[in-house]
């Protein structure tokens, strides 16, 4: 099916304001997930689907300096573009996920999945396999919601999620977030899953 939320889609609600996901910081389990990294300072990092990418000034705070930013919205990319100009160890690619290359140490989701129509998860499950190295990591934040409105976000049922990733993944985390901002709290899962091979 074709994506129906293109970049004409998020550009407007970047143009509009109409970010209502933003939390304004980084959610405090990916924070704790940084602060326990044995990564080396270059490992590549991307975030898709990345807002305002509070997850990479985290990152950066922390030494790392090879992170990539991937957003559909050429609104927000230019807003990223300004505000990291004096960083070097941050890329910005105004570029929709699906069209990327890797290879990636490390994927940071954040946001991104619930944002994809349902119909694409499989795509997205592929798209991850296909850059991110074998032995590299998917972690970060999903809904464990099933939403009672047309999204995104959407919503869903973690386990299946976890189907959708253990063919090309190894499952290393996955239950209920502890540490989810009040808004989301009980809502969401944490999953964090080594690529095989």
Same mark, same amino acid.
């Given at each position: 099916?074709?994506?129906?939320?293109?970049?004409?889609?998020?550009?407007?609600?970047?143009?509009?304001?109409?970010?209502?996901?933003?939390?304004?910081?980084?959610?405090?389990?990916?924070?704790?997930?940084?602060?326990?990294?044995?990564?080396?300072?270059?490992?590549?990092?991307?975030?898709?689907?990345?807002?305002?990418?509070?997850?990479?000034?985290?990152?950066?705070?922390?030494?790392?300096?090879?992170?990539?930013?991937?957003?559909?919205?050429?609104?927000?990319?230019?807003?990223?573009?300004?505000?990291? *100009?004096?960083?070097?160890?941050?890329?910005?690619?105004?570029?929709?996920? #699906? /069209?990327?290359?890797? @290879? &990636? !140490?490390?994927?940071?989701?954040?946001?991104?999945?619930?944002?994809?129509?349902?119909?694409?998860?499989?795509?997205?499950?592929?798209?991850?396999? *296909?850059?991110?190295?074998?032995?590299?990591?998917?972690?970060?934040?999903? #809904? /464990?919601?099933?939403? @009672? &409105? !047309?999204?995104?976000?959407?919503?869903?049922?973690?386990?299946?999620?976890?189907?959708?990733?253990?063919?090309?993944?190894?499952?290393?985390?996955?239950?209920?977030?502890?540490?989810?901002?009040?808004?989301?709290?009980?809502?969401?899962?944490?999953?964090?899953?080594?690529?095989?091979?």
């Amino acid at each position: 099916m074709t994506n129906m939320l293109d970049n004409s889609f998020w550009d407007q609600r970047w143009q509009s304001e109409q970010t209502g996901w933003d939390l304004g910081a980084p959610a405090p389990a990916l924070i704790r997930f940084f602060d326990h990294q044995q990564s080396p300072p270059n490992v590549r990092i991307l975030i898709p689907g990345c807002g305002n990418a509070w997850e990479a000034e985290a990152l950066a705070e922390r030494g790392f300096d090879n992170i990539t930013l991937c957003d559909i919205s050429p609104t927000l990319c230019a807003k990223l573009q300004n505000r990291f *100009a004096d960083n070097p160890g941050i890329k910005i690619i105004c570029a929709d996920f #699906f /069209s990327l290359t890797g @290879p &990636f !140490d490390l994927v940071i989701e954040q946001t991104f999945f619930c944002a994809l129509q349902p119909d694409l998860r499989n795509d997205y499950a592929k798209q991850m396999a *296909a850059i991110i190295k074998p032995g590299g990591l998917l972690a970060g934040l999903w #809904f /464990s919601i099933e939403f @009672p &409105f !047309d999204g995104p976000p959407f919503g869903g049922n973690p386990h299946d999620y976890i189907r959708l990733l253990e063919n090309e993944f190894d499952i290393l985390e996955a239950g209920p977030c502890d540490e989810s901002v009040k808004p989301r709290q009980g809502n969401e899962w944490q999953i964090v899953a080594r690529r095989k091979g």
